[in-house]
Nanobody
Framework: VQLQASGGGLVQAGGSLRLSCVAS????????MGWFRQAPGKEREFVAS????????YYADSVKGRFTISRDNAKNTVYLQMNSLKFEDTAVYYC?????????????????????WGQGTEVTVSS
């Protein structure tokens, strides 16, 4: 599985960006998918995840109400719509795939349960 993330860039505080992550392979529709981020000098942290059918979504408290994760299985793509961006959202954003669906239930934020990772796309929010 190869993941290609895109959509990052420089945006002013209060602005919006939409990240996309395209996956290779024919079984994308069976994967749980997640977005994580890593700010300079900090550890990687969970941002959002979506179940394989799209029926369940989960968010970090810091982005709840501002970010929306979605997926289009026909396009092998998962999205992260980011609104009301804050300076502290500045980070490299990574999409991740969990083909075995081990991140179900309460384990959606466990990075170790995602087997495949994209290269990251950088988001910079200016204050």
């Amino acid at each position: 599985v190869q993941l290609q993330a895109s959509g990052g860039g420089l945006v002013q505080a209060g602005g919006s960006l939409r990240l996309s992550c395209v996956a290779s392979g024919r079984t994308f529709s069976t994967y749980h998918m997640g977005w994580f981020r890593q700010a300079p000098g900090k550890e990687r942290e969970f941002v959002a995840s979506i179940s394989w059918r799209g029926g369940s979504t989960y968010y970090a408290d810091s982005v709840k109400g501002r970010f929306t994760i979605s997926r289009d299985n026909a396009k092998n793509t998962v999205y992260l719509q980011m609104n009301s961006l804050k300076f502290e959202d500045t980070a490299v954003y990574y999409c991740a795939a969990d083909p075995l669906r081990r991140s179900s239930g309460t384990r959606y934020s466990y990075a170790s349960l995602y087997d495949y990772w994209g290269q990251g796309t950088e988001v910079t929010v200016s204050s």
